[in-house]
């Protein structure tokens, strides 16, 4: 007797978080540096709140911490597993599941997609590498995936709903800077609004979120004017400014072309399902713009303009890793890969207005002196079923053979990063 596609997916969803839990159980340490930031940052800033608050929130640069302190203070005075390590970490684990449910909310809701194959395509988190890490060891990062989860489903909410209410919009910039205050790359989201209110002309709302935002921004004007201006780690000859050094608008440039690899990392899985469903080769138009970005970074190769991909150790994402690793650190590889997703950002620029405001907000990720894997996952997945808006509004992949296609490559990416890590 064979399994029907619903007890199939159901099926996959249980594995999935049979999987997740077990890695929690196991210590995995899939990202590599998670279990040194929570012992050395997360956890003393925590426990520091818990012993003096207004000492620690003065003095919290000392600590090294990079992002804002609102997950630290939430967690000290709400959580009431702080009590030892593995409680702590194991009450995060539990709570970024809630992710996936909000997720799954979003993607049933924006593509009135069913129950269950909305819960499969969120249920992808559970294998995340940096998801899982994320969660099992307590950092910060999949709490601020969950404000803006929370954040995003407003939004689409009240984009459905004909009665505007403001303590729609109110709930909206609440939760978006509620993000923002747990990992600072969130801004993006209410740039993105702003910008979207502003080039649509939607007057009442850009007004009622400018108002919200100005009022929930208080707080952190507070801490821009205790810590004195900017953050600063170390001290004595060590002391060095943290946004100078290290999220900078100058490291754009150089960094657009990691930016382009991980969309097309990320996004490859839905090209391949669109190109299955219409069997239409590139245009010429897409043809033409992968010609001028190729041959641009190929120039810039020759001048020698990459160089620095060579010795980027930290960061650089998946794509210049795996061509480190299979082809013998040849560059040109990566730019290969990057000029596919130049042009396939470039695509979607040109589908709608919201795209184009959704990629010039995204910018931000191009700040960091290393951009991480991790500033991006789940965020690019999160962007594909929420904010992007697709030329075949993504109703193609409601079929169960093109489920299959989206949880097998994540699952493959997800067995070569355990073996990375642990093997090679």
């Known amino acids: 007797m064979f399994m029907t596609d619903k007890n199939i997916k159901y099926l996959i969803i249980f594995s999935f978080i049979q999987f997740y839990l077990i890695g929690f159980f196991l210590r995995e340490n899939i990202a590599g540096g998670a279990e040194q930031d929570f012992v050395n940052f997360t956890w003393p800033a925590i426990l520091s709140f818990k012993n003096n608050f207004l000492s620690t929130l003065i003095n919290y640069s000392s600590i090294g911490e990079g992002s804002p302190p609102l997950f630290h203070i939430l967690n000290a005075y709400l959580n009431p597993f702080t009590f030892s390590q593995i409680a702590f970490q194991g009450s995060i684990t539990l709570i970024s599941i809630a992710n996936v449910l909000i997720f799954a909310k979003i993607i049933e809701k924006k593509f009135e997609f069913p129950k269950i194959d909305s819960f499969l395509y969120a249920s992808v988190f559970f294998i995340l590498p940096f998801f899982r890490s994320s969660a099992y060891w307590g950092l910060t990062e999949n709490i601020g995936w969950l404000f803006l989860l929370v954040s995003i489903y407003k939004y689409i909410i009240f984009n ?3 009665e ?65 201006g900017a953050i600063y780690l170390g001290t004595g000859e060590e002391k060095i400014n943290f946004i100078q050094e290290y999220h900078n608008p100058k490291f754009i440039l150089r960094n657009l072309v ?51 991909l ?26 290969l890969v990057s000029s596919i997703g130049f042009t396939l950002i470039t695509k979607y620029i040109f589908i709608s207005k919201s795209n184009r405001m959704l990629f010039f907000s995204l910018i931000i990720y191009c700040f960091p002196k290393y951009p991480l894997q991790e500033y991006f996952e789940p965020l690019m997945i999160i962007l594909f079923f929420s904010l992007f808006d697709f030329e075949n509004k993504l109703t193609q992949i409601k079929e169960n053979k093109n489920i299959t296609i989206f949880v097998s490559y994540f699952l493959i990416y997800f067995i070569g990063s355990y073996y990375y890590r642990y093997f090679v």
């Open 164 to 228: 505007k209410k403001k303590i729609d919009i109110f709930f909206i910039a609440l939760f978006s800077s509620l993000a923002l205050y747990t990992r600072p790359y969130l801004i993006f989201f209410p740039i993105f609004l702003i910008f979207k209110t502003i080039f649509e002309k939607n007057i009442n709302l850009f007004k009622n979120l400018s108002i919200y935002y100005i009022f929930l921004s208080i707080p952190g004007f507070y801490l821009i004017y205790l810590w004195g």
């Open 310 to 335: 060579h010795e980027l150790n930290l960061g650089g994402g998946v794509v210049l890793k795996l061509v480190k690793l299979f082809f013998n650190d040849q560059i040109l590889f990566f730019l």
């Open 258 to 308: 990691i930016f382009s690899s991980i969309f097309f990392f990320y996004i490859f899985p839905l090209e391949l399902i669109f190109y299955l469903k219409e069997k239409k080769i590139p245009s010429k138009k897409n043809l033409l713009i992968f010609f001028i970005f190729s041959s641009l970074l190929l120039i810039l190769y020759y001048l020698n303009y990459f160089d620095y």
């Open 160 to 162: 459905k709903t004909k």
